[in-house]
Nanobody
């Protein structure tokens, strides 16, 4: 079970850190990721991190502003977001899957079997 938190209403240019706590199973054996969704649109890939943290991948629009990390000892996934923009407004979801495979695989929401509930991030202009 995955539990996301840390969202909120913030002004543009500020920062937030999202957390995703896992229970029941250790996250150390899973690839973890963040997606986001706005009403009327498909869930969009944001970032993913491999089991050890060595592999990381970001969608172009967040590169240099968002950092995905994980603390396997704490069984928690993070997304540090800086320089937030109004277009970052969305419900953010954490997800888990068994292996990395490839970029096309991890960037599609259809390839992630485990999901947490979302946390709303709203960035005001």
């Amino acid at each position: 079970q995955l539990q996301a938190s840390g969202g909120g209403l913030v002004p543009a240019g500020t920062s937030l850190r999202l957390s995703c706590a896992a229970s029941r199973r250790p996250v150390s054996t899973y690839v973890m990721g963040w997606f986001r969704q706005v009403p009327g649109k498909e869930r969009e890939f944001v970032a993913a991190i491999g089991e050890t943290g060595r592999l990381r991948y970001y969608t172009d629009s967040v590169k240099g502003r968002f950092t995905i990390s994980r603390d396997n000892a704490e069984n928690t996934l993070y997304l540090r977001m800086i320089d937030l923009r109004p277009e970052d407004t969305a419900v953010y979801y954490c997800a888990a899957r068994g292996s990395w495979i490839s970029i096309p695989v991890i960037t599609s929401q259809r390839n992630w079997p485990y999901w947490g509930q979302g946390t709303q991030v709203t960035v005001s202009s």
